[in-house]
């Protein structure tokens, strides 16, 4: 578990998170893409940055602005050039790097959840404290519902 960070309710920020999508021989489609901006337009999350990295035949990985995708399945990826903010560093790009296909394209999307922070406030305003928040890997709870159901 992550120590959670103390913050006046006025000030709280939701649950921070991360995913990195692989299109594999750099085949990127659209429809994630309108997701995203659909559950940003709803405030259900904020996008705290978007990266792109490629990975060549030779296994040399860069970073590729949202704008050399070009337009994909009516999505304009320049769009989201505004959002990268490159909170990325050396480590992070090449333990990506590491996991990608050659040939491949990937997505970093950094975002923060705005659907708990009422939730959060509510109970902060009523003296809870938050004592921990952090991401769950989905196969620690895969294994951990497997493990369950024998019991």
Known sequence: MVDAPHHAPSERLGPIDYIVIEFPDGKVTGAGFRRIVELSDAAR???LDI?????????HV???????LG???GVDMAFFDGAA??????????EIGDAMSPGSV???????????I???VAWESEGAVLLAEGP???DALVAAIDETEGH
């Open 45 to 47: 999350i904020l996008v």
């Open 51 to 59: 990266e792109f990295l490629t990975k060549s035949a030779d296994g």
């Open 62 to 68: 860069v970073t590729t602005p949202a704008h050399d």
């Open 71 to 73: 337009e994909i399945d």
């Open 85 to 94: 903010t490159y909170l990325l560093d050396d480590d992070d790009i090449h």
């Open 106 to 116: 990937a997505v970093i999307v950094i975002y923060e959840e705005l659907s708990m």
């Open 118 to 120: 009422s939730a959060l």
């Open 136 to 138: 769950i890997e989905v």
